[in-house]
């Protein structure tokens, strides 16, 4: 109803406005009436500046390709798959390459395979710092692309991810909204080291998967009354808003009808998503209802409190801003604070 | 209280409301951009997103967390409201909402 114009964005390779903050090609947002529209703006620009250029994409895929020639030579039966954020293309620049060796009997999910494809790697430089890691739950080795540097994970034989990867990829296809809003909750998370569930942080899939049920249970989103792609400056405050603030994690836990709808149910309904600990995430993995997505984030008090804190730095700003004039607000960025992005400077035109 | 200020600080012209400042109010950055749509009212009420209405409270079905019966799980206060109430619904479902938030009530 309001006759803004969010979209035109200029692709023209202008440096930036500040370089504090890279993905401001220019102070067009700074225009905008509303702050939730600058902020609508900023993330679509944003997540075109991380998304992966042609050139990555190529780069990356040729160094799967090789690593599936390797092992087809060393195990002729077996194929290496990729999943996680790579095979959904939610990936952040130098995010590691997931993949995992599938055969038809499952041979090779033992130890002697793990160990003979980690020397196969060694012997034939196809990878450096090589780490076994055998007793893991998930057994893998992990490496790195001695021609990219690439960080790469080989785990065997397990086709969940795989399944996985393909609800993502069909989500993403039907959600407008979770791609962008994804990028940015990881990049957030991932400046604060709070997206590695090895250290209790909060995996890829559970980001997903939080994004998603908030996008897919939004009263204005079931309603059909406002198109994401246009509120997601809104939108990301108010998920930070319900997870930093409003979520009773000790007693909801997030479940997916047929796999695709989300909803809500009380955890005391399924015995598996009970932990000793009342506080803490729950969700219910859409392939395995005995599965808890999450299990692994045991730090869930830093990640809400750093929700809390990315809500209480967006609305500030929004306030500030919608208080200053013309002239205060060039070269200023609402989201900066919040993603923080301290990469190597990359080039708009193939981003 | 010796705070000169403090009742003009806690007052919204632009909503009416105690709990923030005119210059702290969430319509500032909650004002989404709404799809211009029929207003056939009766093709409206087929829309009611029934199955779709979760509380983030307790996770029953049926009601926005910000209109939960139930107390408040989460430790952080939630002063303002936020964007899971009815109120959030376009305007011609809220009265069914609060409809069928009493009846649940009664029953
Ligand atoms: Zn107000
Ligand atoms: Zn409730």
Same mark, same amino acid.
């Given at each position: ?12 390779? @202008? ?10 090609? +220019? ?124 960080? @790469? ?15 993502? @990829? ?19 998370? +991932? ?33 059909? +009354? ?56 729950? @969700? ?48 200023? +960025? ?18 | ?107």
């Amino acid at each position: 109803e309001r006759g803004i114009n969010v979209s035109g964005i200029n692709n023209s390779p @202008i440096k930036a406005v500040n370089p504090k903050y890279p993905w401001l090609k +220019s102070n067009k947002h700074t225009k905008q009436l509303e702050v939730s529209d600058w902020l609508t703006m900023e993330i679509k620009d944003f997540v075109k500046y991380i998304s992966p250029s042609e050139k990555e994409i190529e780069a990356r895929n040729s160094v799967v390709r090789r690593l599936n020639d390797a092992i087809m030579s060393l195990w002729p039966d077996a194929e290496l798959h990729c999943f996680g954020s790579y095979s959904t293309d939610l990936y952040l620049p130098g995010s590691d390459i997931d993949t995992v060796v599938i055969s038809k009997g499952h041979k090779y999910d033992n130890r002697a395979s793990l160990y003979k494809l980690s020397t196969y790697l060694r012997v034939h430089k196809l990878g450096k710092r090589i780490e076994t890691i055998a007793k893991a739950k998930v057994p893998i080795i992990k490496f790195v692309d001695p021609e990219t540097g690439y960080h @790469i994970d080989i785990s065997f034989e397990r086709d969940n991810g795989l399944t996985a990867a393909q609800i993502i @990829i069909s989500w993403i296809k039907s959600t407008p909204g979770l791609r962008e809003l994804v990028m940015i909750v990881k990049q957030f998370l +991932s400046v604060r080291r709070l997206n590695e569930v090895h250290t209790g942080g909060l995996g890829g899939f559970s980001i997903i998967c939080l994004v998603y049920s908030f996008l897919r249970l939004h009263p204005r989103i079931v309603t059909g +009354s406002i198109d994401p792609m246009d509120n997601l400056g809104v939108l990301l405050i108010e998920f930070f808003e319900l997870y930093g603030f409003n979520f009773g994690y000790d007693n909801v836990a997030i479940a997916f009808k047929n796999k695709t709808q989300p909803i809500y149910i009380p955890k005391t309904s399924n015995q598996n998503l009970l932990n000793r600990n009342p506080f803490f995430l729950a @969700i219910q993995d859409p392939q395995d209802p005995t599965n808890n997505i999450s299990r692994g984030t045991f730090n869930l008090r830093d990640i809400k409190r750093s929700f809390g804190g990315a809500y209480e730095m967006l609305v500030n700003k929004c306030y500030e801003m919608n208080n200053a004039t013309y002239k205060q607000r060039l070269g200023e +960025s609402i989201l900066g604070d919040v993603i923080k992005f301290k990469g190597k400077a990359r080039d708009f035109v193939d981003a | 209280n010796n705070c000169p200020d403090k009742r003009h600080y806690n007052y919204c012209t632009y909503c009416n409301s105690r709990t923030h400042s005119t210059d702290r109010c969430p319509n500032i950055w909650r004002s989404y951009i709404v799809k211009k749509i029929s207003h056939d009212s009766s093709v409206r009420r087929d829309m009611y997103p029934s199955g779709l209405i979760f509380c983030y409270n307790c996770g029953h079905e049926g009601h926005f967390g910000d209109n939960c019966p139930f107390p408040r799980v989460s430790r952080t206060p939630n002063i303002n409201g936020s964007a899971f109430t009815g109120e959030n619904l376009p305007r011609e479902f809220r009265n069914l909402y609060r409809v069928r938030l009493s009846e649940v009530k009664r029953r």
